[in-house]
């Protein structure tokens, strides 16, 4: 997503696309800080306020920042809700407090002084914000909700829609900043990432999680690369991580990481979203029909499926029919999440290797290898430093100042609960929508094509999730079937005994 | 777009021409979403099947459709360790 030059024209029919998240300062930048350093301290200055206030007012904070909720038959009841506050005024808030503070950061990193006129912005903000809310409600139709088409999708649909029928409005332009929503919401998200959890989780998830995702991982993007051919390292970093890791957090926080152009990012994310609807019923119904043990599936199901929702669904349907049907989707359920919990974790670590790797190997520019001249050790960590997008280092502080503080008592845990539950989570949903709002709004159908390259990247994710669920499957019967199957049978509740 | 109310010159304005389509179309697709969301899915959500899936999955306080793991109120309980050699 450019910056500035998206001020200045609708998005050109065969032009090519720049990447979903800059790495580099805007050029026109005002402030001299680059959209990295505004997304670290925005990011990193709302998880502060959001500990200070939950510090003084406890769990008050609460539901005073929401995104709209559920509905069956009447739209409406997604912006009213069942709490004290109606979602609409939450959400109103939520909305407010992130135009307050990107309000300063799209002034001051604008191209030209015309995108960044205060009123423009606020004017193109609140019509994304619109268009925002428009997606979570459309998401919150409990039928659409209930196979895990995210809004994500919805945002991303809504913005294609105008940009390829009317066309993004001039007006609209200097808010149209999906990279900084998009960095921001991911600095936040580092938060939610904790550390801890990894030492209470344990062996089995670790063996299952951590040992086959990235085997998965690189396996799938030499086979994207070496054997499929396809042209783009980004595209097939971005498809890999989103089916080995956690789906779509994953592809955004790989796509930053790897500088993919945005609709290469859209398009793994509804690859994603499809396969996940599908698996999240189909898998447990095969294994289910294989009479898999419920602990095994669960193991298996949790390395397997993308989003973290789903997999607790699909270890839902694992219960079936019958006296102990409850306990025994209880089980599945558990043991699911537990392994998505870990992999998860990954998440953290796969951005920072795939920055690392991408500085050091592709010209990011153009995704072409970089120049095999031997270069002196200093300036290469100074290449090394330049390419690498800064961002991720607010991601892995938030995640570290959440995980220390975790660590500090009972009170550091609420504290950082109550932050997270309160504000931190829900304004992160709502920048990540602002920010498909504005990727749709900034691409034409016409360039989702070449992304799609020939229909290799569906082979790509196919090849990859069938090589991803037979190693875990494998690791699952080893580790969950066989070595540590007592143990985990203690492990779970009395009540989900066996 | 001042000329959107009064009409395209005959022949002469594709940019206008192609304005009206993109209008059209929007207001097309704008309309069969509501009507989708409006309508259909509401009806869909009361099949027995559909149903029963949503309520299981209410119960057990889960969301399929969460992004991340914080999202998932099933996965709050799990504090105590999961495997403890000792």
Do not use: Q
């Given at each position: 997503m450019e910056n500035g030059t998206a001020d200045s024209s609708p998005p050109e029919k065969n032009a090519p696309s720049p990447p979903a998240v800059e790495a580099s300062a805007a050029p026109g930048s005002h402030s001299g800080w680059s959209e990295d350093v505004w997304a670290i301290v925005?990011?990193?200055?709302?998880?502060?306020?959001?500990?200070?206030a939950a510090g003084v007012w406890g769990d008050h904070v609460i539901d005073r920042f929401a995104t709209p909720g559920k509905w069956s038959s009447d739209p409406w009841s997604a912006l009213v809700g069942k709490g004290a506050i109606p979602l609409w005024k939450s959400s109103l808030a939520s909305l407010v407090v992130i135009s307050l503070l990107a309000t300063p950061a799209m002034m001051l990193t604008r191209r030209d002084s015309r995108s960044g006129a205060p009123l423009r912005i606020a004017a193109g903000f609140w019509t994304i914000a619109l268009l925002a809310t428009a997606a979570f409600v459309m998401a919150g139709q409990e039928v659409v909700k209930q196979y895990g088409f995210e809004y994500v999708l919805w945002a991303l649909l809504l913005g294609l829609l105008i940009s390829n029928t009317?066309?993004?409005?001039?007006?609209?332009?200097?808010?149209?900043?999906?990279?900084?929503?998009?960095?921001?919401?991911?600095?936040?998200?580092?938060?939610?990432?904790?550390?801890?959890k990894l030492l209470l989780l344990g062996m089995?998830?670790?063996?299952?999680?951590?040992?086959?995702?990235?085997?998965?991982?690189?396996?799938?993007?030499?086979?994207?690369?070496?054997?499929?051919?396809?042209?783009?390292?980004?595209?097939?970093?971005?498809?890999?991580?989103?089916m080995s890791v956690c789906g779509v957090s994953a592809a955004i926080a790989t796509a930053a990481a790897c500088r993919a152009k945005r609709e290469e990012l859209s398009l793994a994310i509804a690859l994603s979203l499809c396969f996940t609807a599908v698996m999240m019923v189909a898998m447990p119904m095969a294994l289910r029909f294989a009479r898999v043990d419920e602990i095994v599936a669960g193991a298996w199901i949790g390395g397997t499926i993308d989003s973290t929702g789903a997999v607790a669904a699909a270890g839902a349907l694992m219960g079936g029919d019958g006296p102990d049907a409850q306990a025994r989707a209880d089980r599945a359920v558990k043991i699911a999440t537990t392994v998505k919990m870990i992999q998860n974790i990954l998440i953290g670590a796969i951005a920072f290797a795939v920055s690392v790797y991408w500085a050091t190997r592709y010209d990011t520019d153009n995704d072409t290898r970089a120049s095999s001249t031997p270069v002196s050790a200093t300036a290469l960590g100074s290449e090394v430093w330049r390419r690498f997008p800064k961002f991720v280092l607010g991601f892995v502080a938030a995640s570290l100042l959440a995980s220390l503080l975790v660590t500090v008592g009972s009170r550091g845990e609420t504290l950082v609960q109550w932050s997270i539950d309160g504000i931190t989570k829900n304004l992160r949903g709502w920048l990540f929508c602002l920010a498909f709002v504005c990727i749709g709004l900034e691409t034409n159908f016409r360039t989702l094509l070449p992304a799609l390259s020939g229909g290799k990247t569906v082979v790509l994710y196919v090849c990859g999730q069938a090589f991803n669920i037979v190693l875990t499957g494998l690791m699952a019967y080893l580790v969950f079937g066989w070595l540590f199957y007592d143990a985990i049978l203690g492990w779970l509740p009395t009540g989900a005994g066996r | 777009m001042t000329r959107f109310w009064v009409g395209c010159r005959p022949g002469r304005d594709d940019d206008c021409r192609a304005n009206h389509r993109g209008i059209g179309v929007l207001v097309a697709i704008v309309l069969l979403i509501v009507s989708v969301w409006g309508w259909v899915l509401p009806i869909v959500g009361t099949t027995p099947t559909i149903r029963q899936?949503?309520?299981?999955?209410?119960?057990?306080?889960?969301?399929?459709?969460?992004?991340?793991?914080?999202?998932?109120y099933a996965t709050t309980p799990t504090t105590e360790p999961f495997w403890n050699p000792h």
């Open positions: 925005l990011g990193l200055g709302l998880l502060a306020i959001a500990l200070l009317v066309g993004t409005p001039h007006w609209m332009r200097g808010a149209v900043r999906g990279e900084l929503f998009i960095k921001w919401g991911l600095v936040l998200l580092g938060a939610e990432v904790l550390i801890g089995p998830g670790i063996l299952v999680s951590w040992l086959v995702t990235p085997i998965v991982l690189v396996v799938t993007f030499l086979f994207g690369c070496h054997v499929l051919g396809i042209r783009s390292p980004a595209l097939v970093m971005v498809v890999a991580a989103d | 899936s949503i309520e299981t999955t209410e119960r057990m306080g889960i969301n399929p459709a969460a992004i991340f793991y914080t999202d998932v």
